[in-house]
C-alpha cells in the first residue's frame, strides 16, 4: 500500500482501514484527449451489492476496469483488500504492475461475453487457474470447481464443453471460474445483456446468491428492474463522473439531481 494514498486528509482514521473492500479516489482516465472519467471516487464495504447504472458511454466499463487496472487510470488510486496504487500520471512502471497483478489476485470479473476457454470442459474451465497459478492439488481444485459448479447449478453438466451450454449456463460458469480464485470483490460488466431475459434470471439469482453468502459485488447493468431489486446502494454515472449514489428505494423514487431524475425517466 502507498504511503502517499495512506497519509492523504480523506483516508485517515479506521474507516479508511475497517471495511471497505475496494476504494476509488478521484479516479481519472483519458482517451485521445477526452477525459472519459473526471475523478471517481467509490468505496464499497464487504458484503455489499453496488450497482452501477448510467447512459451509454458515461465511463462505467471504463471505470469497472480501472478498478483492476485493465485500464491504467491517468491520476486518482485504487485500493482492493490490503493492495492500494496510486496514479500520479508518471510511467506505468513495472514495480506498478507487480503491484497490479497482487491486486487483480483479489478480483473476479465476468464480462458481457462468458470467454471461457472453448477446447476445455466446463469442470477444467473452473479448475484450471487454482491449479495453475495458485498451485493447487488437482484433487483439491477438483472438488472446489464442483461445489462451485453445484452452487450455480451446473455440477449435472460439468462434463460438457461450453458450446454445447446455453449463455445463462455458460455466464454461470464463467461466475463459478472467477469465483475458484477466492476473490474479496467480483465485478460484472454487463453479465446479462447478451441472454434472453428468462437465462438472465439464471444468472442474476445465482449473484443475489452470492449476495446472501457475503460476497462483495459491484455489477454494470442497463437491467434496472434488479438494479433497484438487489442493489445496497446504486450508483448514477453520466459525463465521466458519479452524480448520485444511494438506496436504490431512494435513488428511484426520489433522486437528487436533475440528470438522475432524466435517466430514469428516459428508461424507466
Ligand atoms: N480503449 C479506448 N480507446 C478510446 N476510447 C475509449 C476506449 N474505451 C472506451 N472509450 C471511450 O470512452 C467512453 C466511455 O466508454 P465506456 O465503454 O466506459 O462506456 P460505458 O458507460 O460502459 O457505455 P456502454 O453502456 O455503452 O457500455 C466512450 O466514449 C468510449 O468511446
Ligand atoms: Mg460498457
Redesign the pocket.
Known amino acids: 500500500m502507498s504511503d502517499d494514498y495512506r497519509a492523504g486528509p480523506d483516508h485517515s482514521g479506521p474507516a479508511f482501514f475497517a471495511d471497505p473492500v475496494v476504494r476509488a479516489e478521484q479516479v481519472r482516465k483519458t482517451?485521445?484527449g477526452?477525459e472519459?472519467l473526471r475523478g471517481i471516487s467509490l468505496s464499497v464495504t464487504r458484503g455489499e451489492l453496488v450497482s452501477i447504472i448510467?447512459p451509454?458511454?458515461?465511463?462505467?466499463?471504463?471505470f469497472l476496469r480501472c478498478l483492476n487496472f485493465l485500464e491504467i487510470p491517468d491520476g486518482g488510486a485504487v485500493a482492493i483488500a490490503d493492495v492500494a496504487i496510486t496514479r500520479a500520471g508518471g510511467r506505468w512502471t513495472r514495480a506498478d504492475e507487480d503491484a497490479a497483478h497482487r491486486l487483480r489476485a483479489h478480483v473476479g470479473m465476468v464480462f458481457q461475453s462468458f470467454n471461457l476457454f472453448p477446447h476445455r470442459t466446463v469442470l477444467d474451465n473452473v479448475m484450471l487457474a487454482p491449479m495453475r497459478v495458485k498451485r493447487l492439488p488437482a484433487e483439491t481444485a477438483r472438488a472446489e470447481a464442483l461445489a462451485l459448479l453445484d452452487k450455480v447449478g451446473l455440477s449435472a453438466i460439468a462434463a460438457r464443453y461450453p458450446d454445447t451450454l446455453s449463455g445463462g449456463q455458460q455466464q454461470r460458469a464463467a461466475i463459478a471460474r472467477a469465483l475458484a480464485m477466492r476473490p474479496d470483490v467480483m465485478l460484472y460488466d454487463e453479465p446479462t445483456s447478451a441472454l434472453d431475459p428468462e437465462l438472465a434470471e439464471e444468472v442474476l439469482s445465482v449473484m443475489r446468491a452470492l449476495d446472501e453468502d457475503g460476497m462483495t459485488q459491484i455489477v454494470?447493468t442497463h437491467d434496472m428492474r434488479f438494479a433497484r431489486a438487489a442493489s445496497d446502494r446504486v450508483v448514477f454515472m453520466e459525463g465521466g463522473e458519479i452524480v448520485e449514489i444511494d438506496d436504490p428505494d431512494i435513488l428511484y423514487v426520489s433522486p437528487q439531481d436533475v440528470r438522475t431524475r432524466r435517466f430514469l425517466r428516459s428508461v424507466l
Open positions: 482517451f485521445d477526452h472519459v448510467g451509454s458511454g458515461c465511463g462505467k466499463s471504463t454494470v
